[in-house]
């Protein structure tokens, strides 16, 4: 005979399952009340610190702005809020930010030892903090630091914030070079990311190019490079146009639109060129070219960007009322509408059209156009 030893289960025993029960409540309630006292201290701390940011950030600013040398300010290198609030006062006031005086501040040297150390942090977070602290100082020293941090970095978000001070300090064409061949080498950032450090590299040079020639010709051939390198990456292509069309770089109008004119010119470069050139030159006879581009996606892109009321433009708008895709239609109508009276009397005449689609929709046009006026 076999004889089987069982344990008592405790669903067995109900007062040993309420008490077990009991237990997880209220470890799940202690486990519960502990997170939330973890989130709210940190969001007292970092309060705290933004506080203190911005704090320092008033008192240096000010003190920048009344006169007071680099190296009369107080700052403590161990105190990250200091640090950032310093950076940015220094970048909102470079002329009273001289470098020299700067480095002969006593707090100069050990604060630069400090973010010097916090580029090789474990956290990504406190290297993009010491990457953006190397990029807002004034002068071209730590180029360097930034060049070779932005080899070893793996982190997107930090080597974005590392290429973002890498190209506040780009100005030369190998520097440019270098910046640009860092994006088309390891190209792990995101088109945002791109136009966002495109835009602050070409507003630097062309500010420093009014400066040093006083038309800034030197500056925008220089920038043209930008063009050039990235013939062979496609992507960065089109994030570069859509930075030179934000920043207002208008003398880059004529090499763009040569590049929209190329025989191999694909769909999506003719499109980005034809929108930067909305953004810097509306009247550009490009536009007019992008009007009767075989591409529909294009058409459209220059139906909604050109501003001009010349007789060729208004026919041109006129006769994509007709045009068998949608967005054109809807595009040349509401340009049209906006362009004053000239587009509205085009619209009115179409609005009796024979055609069913450009009737609509520049009824449709006009309708909107009084509503607003309503």
């Not at 010097?116 to 290297?127: A, C, N």
Request: charged share 20%; glycine share 4%.
């Amino acid at each position: 005979m076999v004889v089987r030893l069982t344990q008592p289960s405790i669903l067995a025993d109900p007062a040993a399952l309420t008490e077990f029960l009991t237990w997880v409540i209220v470890a799940m309630a202690l486990s519960l009340a502990l997170q939330f006292l973890i989130v709210v201290t940190k969001k007292l701390r970092v309060e705290r610190e933004h506080a203190a940011e911005d704090a320092a950030f008033q008192q240096y600013t000010q003190a920048l702005q009344a006169g007071v040398g680099a190296r009369a300010l107080v700052v403590d290198p161990a105190a990250a809020p200091q640090r950032r609030a310093l950076g940015h006062a220094l970048a909102a006031s470079p002329a009273a930010a001289q470098d020299v005086e700067l480095r002969e501040a006593s707090w100069f040297a050990p604060l630069m030892d400090a973010v010097l150390r916090e580029t090789r942090h474990r956290h990504w977070g406190k290297r993009a903090s010491a990457y953006e602290f190397l990029g807002l100082l004034p002068g071209m020293q730590q180029r360097p630091a930034l060049s070779v941090a932005a080899i070893r970095e793996r982190h997107p978000r930090a080597y974005a914030a590392c290429l973002q001070a890498l190209a506040r300090k780009s100005r030369s064409d190998d520097e440019i070079a270098e910046l640009c061949g860092l994006l088309r080498d390891r190209h792990v950032l995101s088109g945002s990311f791109n136009v966002g450090i495109f835009r602050t590299l070409i507003d630097g040079v062309l500010a420093d190019g009014v400066l040093a020639d006083g038309d800034g010709s030197a500056a925008t051939a220089r920038l043209e490079t930008l063009l050039h390198a990235h013939a062979d990456t496609p992507l960065l292509l089109l994030d570069a146009i859509a930075a030179i069309g934000c920043a207002g770089a208008m003398a880059l109008v004529p090499a763009i639109a040569a590049l929209a004119q190329q025989p191999d010119a694909r769909v999506a470069l003719r499109i980005a060129c034809t929108r930067a050139i909305g953004q810097l030159a509306p009247r550009h006879p490009a536009l007019l070219a992008a009007l009767e581009d075989p591409s529909w996606q294009v058409q459209a892109t220059a139906a909604r960007a050109v501003r001009s009321t010349d007789a060729a433009c208004l026919d041109l708008l006129t006769r994509l009322l007709t045009h068998a895709s949608f967005y054109v239609r809807r595009n040349a109508a509401l340009t049209l509408r906006e362009l004053g009276e000239a587009g509205v009397l085009r619209l009115r005449a179409m609005s009796e059209s024979d055609d069913a689609y450009a009737a609509n929709m520049a009824r449709f046009a006009l309708a909107a156009a009084e509503s607003a006026r309503a």
